[in-house]
């Protein structure tokens, strides 16, 4: 399927039950690369360790705005959800 012109989206199919997949993929800078190439393994599963936390934490947060009368634990279980895009 090509693009529209200038628009960097794929054109839409004629068959409105099909729906057009966008994918994007995001490629890490050179620099990036190498700075994390040069860390050792602890350090690189600690700062996976660190980013899963602030998404874990972004994602309570979000779910704690959005249902202030939802109690911790039923809070804990929605935030696994989204995390584990619904595996749990």
């Known amino acids: 399927m090509k693009a529209p012109v200038g628009t960097g989206l794929p054109r839409l199919p004629k068959n409105p ?4 997949v966008v994918e ?3 490629v890490m800078d050179d620099r990036l ?3 994390l190439r040069e860390k050792s ?3 690189r599963l600690r700062i996976g360790d660190q980013m899963f936390s602030f998404a874990r934490d972004l994602i309570a947060n979000s779910v ?3 249902h202030p009368q939802w109690d911790e634990g039923r809070i804990a279980k929605e935030t696994a959800r989204r995390l584990s895009h619904g595996a749990v």
């Open 17 to 20: 039950t099909m729906r057009a």
């Open 24 to 26: 994007r993929f995001e």
């Open 33 to 35: 690369a190498q700075v």
């Open 41 to 43: 393994g602890a350090e």
């Open 64 to 66: 704690r705005a959005a």
